[in-house]
């Protein structure tokens, strides 16, 4: 499946089926991140069944606390 | 204005700021100067690392020598509760910038600034990533509807490092956003969230308008700002990047340094002091360094009970 993710066209593997696979296959699944899917934002109760597809466009952005 | 924090992005905010001229700036803060803050918190030289300076102070002084006729008030001191409250009350600010390294921090300020209904620009880097949102009471929803949960460490420049382009770029979201706001440009408002990550070219933005909740118990229709109403217990927190532990005693103490300097002399420890602050070494790699109002960061440790341990061992 090939998506845009934050402005990069990204092919992920067939088993990411989900945006919870998506966060899992980028290791950001302990990490608190906001999720737009074709700039709808994912609340995160809805991670495991927001299903994806092709030419889905993405953004990500994850919070860090440095300052 | 308000410049929460003088560490990296406080310092970049404050310089930017005053030499735009802005009217007055107060800039809060509860760390002194190192030598390993010089890398990217622009304010500072040499000389204010090695006289442990406290950052507040040492940006005062600093920011007058850019521009004299802003006038700036330095509080060395902890941005809790009481404290950004007692700003906001006294001061009205036009907008806060958020120049913290935790969000412990961040949720009191996002509750301070929608209970008074001040804008806040959050700001935030680690590595060559950073982010930046603005928080506006009656237009945006505030952090805590996005982040639905307080952040459980691992997100600090603790292990990371950050690089200063990092840095520079956050502090360009904010203070574009401020001057904005300052000006009552409201249109011209970005309304994302928006991130960056300076190594690998990577840009993203999120308009935020969408995650509004009703039941927010910051910003919703009955706001209860639960970051206002914290116990008090003894706090203590890791700082950012250092193998450091603050304590904060319950009650704010008032020591005079002279005297305490003295006390720890007599015990036979090494102790060095400014107006501000007694430094003391406790041997071990560890380090003792309290302020007058009886805060107290210890060195070498990242464990908060061996911390306190320490600091009611030797202060009470």
Redesign the interface.
Known sequence: MTLTINGETVTVPDEVKTVSDLLSYFQLTNKLAIVEVNVRIIEKHEYGTTALADGDRIEIVHFVGGG | MVIV?A????AGNAEALVRAGIGKLTIIDRDYVEWSNLQRQQLYSEADAIARLPKAIAAKRRLEQINSEVEIEAIVGDAGPEELEAIAAEQRPDVWI??????DT?LVLNDVAYKYRIPWIY????GS???SCAFIPGRTPCLYC????V?QG?????T?G?IGPAVQM?VSYQVAEALKMLVEDWAALRGK???FDLWTN???????D??KKEDCPTCGRHPSYPFLSYDQRTKAAVL??RDSVQIRPPVQREYEIDELAEMFRRQGLQTEANPYLVAVSLGGGKRLVVFADGRALVHGTKDVHEAKTIYYRYLG
């Open positions: 924090g560490g990296a992005l406080g958020d120049a913290t390294d935790n969000f961040r700001g935030a880097c680690v990533y950073g982010l996005l982040l639905e949960t952040p691992g997100l600090t420049c603790d990371a950050i956050v969230l928006v991130s990577e840009y993203a933005a999120v308009r935020i969408a995650v950012c990047g």
